[in-house]
């Protein structure tokens, strides 16, 4: 299995930039997707986007769009969100999630087996 630790969350500004860093350990980072997620008080969970194993295939939700970036580095078993432009309702608990799956829904938690531990990001406008 493989395990995943997120860094880099933090207070920010509206207009302003952060990026996140999810790490993993454990089994062949390279074999997995990756995909990030995003709670707020009170609401479920949401997807944000997600990057194929190679890196070669992103996807994001439509209000991230334009704003947020996926990027991984198979060599350092990284994956990056650089988020842009942030809003004050962007604020949430941000987490990375692995799947191994062939074939798999990208926007649904239960495509993923794997998840971190989440970090805090808060946008104050």
């Known amino acids: 299995q493989v395990q995943l630790v997120e860094s880099g969350g933090g207070l920010v500004q509206a207009g302003g930039s952060l990026r996140l860093s999810c790490a993993a350990s454990?089994?062949?980072?390279?074999?997995?997707?990756m995909g990030w997620f995003r709670q707020a008080p009170g609401k479920e969970r949401e997807f944000v986007g997600r990057?194929?194993?190679?890196?070669?295939?992103?996807s994001y939700a439509d209000s991230v769009k334009g704003r947020f970036t996926i990027s991984r580095d198979n060599a350092k078993n990284t994956v990056y969100l650089q988020m842009n432009s942030l809003k004050p309702e962007d604020t949430a608990v941000y987490y990375c999630?692995?799947?191994?799956?062939?074939?798999?829904?990208?926007?649904?938690?239960?495509?993923?087996?794997?998840w971190g531990q989440g970090t805090q990001v808060t946008v104050s406008s």
């Open positions: 999630a692995a799947t191994a799956r062939a074939t798999y829904r990208p926007s649904s938690t239960q495509s993923y087996d794997v």
């Open positions: 454990g089994r062949t980072f390279s074999n997995f997707d």
């Open positions: 990057i194929s194993s190679g890196g070669g295939l992103t």
